[in-house]
Every structure is written in C-alpha cells, then in structure tokens.
C-alpha cells in the first residue's frame, strides 16, 4: 500500500522540506537575534483587523505565500515573552530543544490520554513526573501527578481533588482558605468548582505579603464555631505579585492539626527548590498535599506545560476516573497509568516529551545554575536601587521579583504624584518598545515590578532600563516644573 500523495490536504515531500526549513531558519534567528528585536507590539483592534480580517478562504494558496503572509503580518504584532528585556508577569524564557520536542509531539501528533495508545508516552510522563516528585521529595512509589496546560489548570485539578477526598459528595459547608496574594487562578478554580463566595476565605498578609497565620487560625476558629466544615487551604509558594512565600510550615501544623488539605500553588516559585536559594525559601513544601508547578515558566519549558504532583496517586484516580464503554478495550492493567484518569483532559498533547529532551539536553545542573544567576541578579539590582536617589525598594528581592518605585529624594513627592510618576515611566518603557515593565500596586502604591527568570538578561540590561526610566522621570519632573 502506498501513501495517496493527491489526498487532501497533503503536500510533497519537497514541498514539507521546503517549509519546514524555512521555519527552523527562523526559529534560530528568533533566539539567536531576541536582544536585537523589538520585543512588544503596541496594535491596537483597528490595526489588526485591518491587518488580518479575511473571510474564510476556500480555495488554496501556495504554502510559501500563507507562511510569508505570517511571518510578515503576524510574528512582528505578538509580545516576545522570551526576550531578556520583558520584565513583567511571569516571562516565559523558553528553549530551543523543547521547542523541537513540541514540533515532534505534534508532527507525530502522539497522544497522550491512555496508556494503550503511546505507552511510551505515559511511561515518559511517569519518568518526569517522579523526577519533579524527587526533586520537591514527595514519595516516588506512592505519589503521583500529571502535565496539564498550565497553572490554572493545575489548580484546578489540584482542588478539585481535595475537594472529592476531603468532602466526598457533600461541600455545602465546607470552607477553603488562601491569601489576598494568592493567584486568581486559585478564585476562577473555585468559582468552577461551584463553590459559593461565603465560602471562600481571604486571609489578609502581614507587612512581608505572607498569609498572616493568625488572622487564619482565628478564622478557622470561627468557622468551626459557626457550623462550618473548614476542608482546604492554599498556600502559595511564590507569589506573583512579590515572589513571598506564606509559612509553609507553620501552615502544614495547621492543616494538620485540623486534618485540612494542604494544596501549594508553586506555579510561579516552586522550580527555585533546584537553587541553594530558593530551597531554603520554600522549606515545608514536601508537606503539602497538592502542589502545583509550572514548568512553562521557571523551568524554562514553552508553552503550554503546567503540572500537579499530590502525595497519593490514587487521590486522582478517585476524583477523576471514568469508564465509558467505549474506552473498555484500552483500560490496561492498574500499573499502566491512562492519564485521562488523572485529571480532565481525556486528548492531551505529549507535554512531557518536552521535559524530558531539554532536562536530559542540558542536564538539571544547567536549569540549576540559571535559576541561581536568576535569584542573584534580583538582589544585584535590590543593591543598585538601594543606592541610587532615585529609587526606592517597596519589596525586596525575592525568588527572582523585586517591586520598587522611582521617588526622587530632593522631590519629596506626595503619594499621588509619585503613583502618576511610575505610571508614566512604565508607560513610556512599553511605548519605546525597549522593555516590558509593566506596574502592580503594592500597599495601595503604584510600583514598577521585575521578575528576572530570564538567564538571559544581563546585569547591563537592567541598568540601561533603569537609565532609561529616569530619563523618563526627569523629563516627567521638569515639564511638572516642580
Ligand atoms: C502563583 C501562580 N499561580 C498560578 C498561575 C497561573 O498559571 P498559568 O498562567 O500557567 O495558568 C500563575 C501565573 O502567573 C502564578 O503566578
């Protein structure tokens, strides 16, 4: 039997070398020249549509021309997360090697829901997975996981989960707990979940953005006082407004005492266990019950990998295991894990591939060394502001986030002003396309906040951003005529 080359939607083999080259070519230039590229696209929705609205096209064009039209319409119009220079949310540095891994993935389009289908794939999954569950210390042989799309999803799975072993069918009363830091990931989980707001916690932070352990004891208290059934609380190991990391713990005593489930939102600061660092900082970890970790962000993964390890495998077997007769025949033996079994997605792309080919690539000292230079660099630049007259620290170096705020001493501003102030700095970094440093408010201040994953950014690209950001500020100051 040969293939039928006049199939639709087939091309020749010249013709799939032909394109496949040319995008490789480009993916090399893209991460061999990313210091030299304009790294934000300002587009407004007019500009776009008048770029890219088209009406379906039925017929066909030559292959060359759609990836031209792209590479000359699309690519310059999308935010390049990867550049050393875009500061905000949570930047996503990537590597070249699980890029391949996820041109593979696709290119054989494996499929990664049940065992019988790509054994090798779950077997995969299964390997990576223990290598995160050794590395955070969770049991090998009794713990388990999964690759999801990202963080929210892993949160949500991760809820979801205590949810089912901690309240069974019934959660009228029961009550969940997590930080006014805490992601809104964690909110929209429990917003799907069904949950109503009064029972939903939010635990105010103390002066370090820490989830105060005493407004929460006081809370649980209260609650069981009330008829309520406390069942849940999220910790967060990493914000992302400042990189804090609540009392792990302190917070396990609690949960433990209570016999509360212990789910850790490690998406953003979890991967920093790989540092001297960052393993001091999120001591307690290996407590939790869940624990979320976000590989498409600080272990340098692209998009889109998230994962959520817990403490018994069969937790989510039990949460989310379904037998519809038309899955019978690929069931497996209990030892052949069907991923489908172990969170929502019952098709799910071979996430883990990508994991495995960049850790085995370059080694897990490398991964080790990057989050190190990470974490130094943000103290490096802490000590810069700190002796500068212009700046001043609002929350210091943490896992790689630093909140600060340009406050001229001899100006003496008032806090409006000095909101406005960082507002336009910020405002003029994204208009000349130089950086993305994006504001968050912090203590009802506007503040400018870094988060530097990226091994890529150098100590000299922050002090030109921070050059550039004063120019901004005297030119801001001297039309004020203060
Ligand atoms: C602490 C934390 N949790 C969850 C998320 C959500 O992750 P994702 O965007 O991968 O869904 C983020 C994203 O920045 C985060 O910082």
Not at 230 to 257: H, S
Not at 317 to 343: A, M, Q, W
């Amino acid at each position: 039997m040969t293939d039928n080359l006049n199939a639709p939607l087939t091309l020749s083999k010249e013709e799939m070398r032909q394109y496949g080259y040319k995008i490789v070519d480009l993916l090399v230039s893209h991460f061999h020249n990313l210091s030299s590229q304009k790294l934000v696209s300002l587009a407004d929705r007019k500009q776009m549509d008048a770029l890219l609205q088209e009406a379906i096209p039925n017929e066909a064009s030559p292959p060359e021309k759609v990836l031209n039209h792209v590479i000359q319409n699309v690519l310059p119009h999308v935010d390049l997360l990867t550049h050393p220079k875009f500061y905000s949310f949570v930047p996503s540095p990537s590597n070249y090697i699980s890029v391949m891994a996820d041109t593979i993935a696709s290119g054989f389009n494996i499929f990664s829901g049940g065992w019988s289908a790509s054994p090798a794939a779950a077997e995969l999954e299964i390997v990576t997975l223990n290598w995160l569950l050794e590395m955070f210390n969770f049991p090998i042989t009794e713990g388990g996981g999964l690759f999801t799309s990202g963080g929210s999803m892993a949160n949500l799975t991760a809820l979801a989960t205590a949810r089912r072993i901690k309240c069974g069918g019934d959660y009228s009363k029961a009550i969940i707990y997590l930080s006014d830091q805490a992601h809104s990931s964690n909110i929209k989980a429990i917003r799907v979940l069904g949950f109503k707001k009064r029972q939903v916690r939010v635990i105010p932070t103390d002066m370090e953005f820490k989830m105060s352990l005493n407004k929460l004891k006081n809370c649980i208290a209260k609650d069981k006082l009330e008829g309520y059934t406390p069942f849940c609380i999220i910790a967060t190991a990493g914000t992302t407004n400042t990189g804090t990391v609540d009392p792990l713990e302190e917070i396990a005593t609690i949960c433990k005492k209570e016999n509360l489930w212990m789910h850790i939102d490690g998406a953003y600061g979890g991967a920093a266990i790989l540092s001297e660092k960052g393993n001091q900082y999120l001591k307690g970890i290996e407590m939790a019950d869940s624990l979320t970790v976000d590989p498409h962000k600080w272990f340098f993964q692209p998009y889109e990998i998230g994962c959520l390890l817990v403490k018994d495998h069969k937790w989510l077997s039990k949460t989310f295991s379904e037998k519809p007769v038309y899955l019978r025949d690929i069931e497996g033996n209990e030892s052949e894990i069907n991923f489908y079994d172990h969170g929502i997605q019952l098709t799910r792309r071979f996430r883990a591939l990508k994991f495995y080919m960049s850790i085995k690539t370059f080694g897990l000292n490398a991964f080790r060394k990057a989050i190190q230079y990470s974490i130094t660099l943000t103290e490096n630049l802490e000590d810069i502001l700190r002796k500068s007259p212009k700046w001043e620290v609002i929350s210091p170096a943490t896992l790689a986030v630093i909140n600060f705020r340009c406050n001229p001493i001899n100006y003496n501003l008032p806090e409006l002003a000095l909101d406005k102030l960082n507002q336009h700095i910020s405002k003029q970094i994204i208009v000349s396309r130089n950086a993305v440093l994006v504001t968050t408010i912090l203590l009802d201040q506007v503040v400018l906040r870094m988060c530097l994953i990226n091994p890529r950014t150098t100590i000299d690209d922050l002090q030109e951003t921070l050059s550039l950001c004063e120019n901004y500020a005297d030119e801001y100051l001297s039309d004020l005529k203060l």
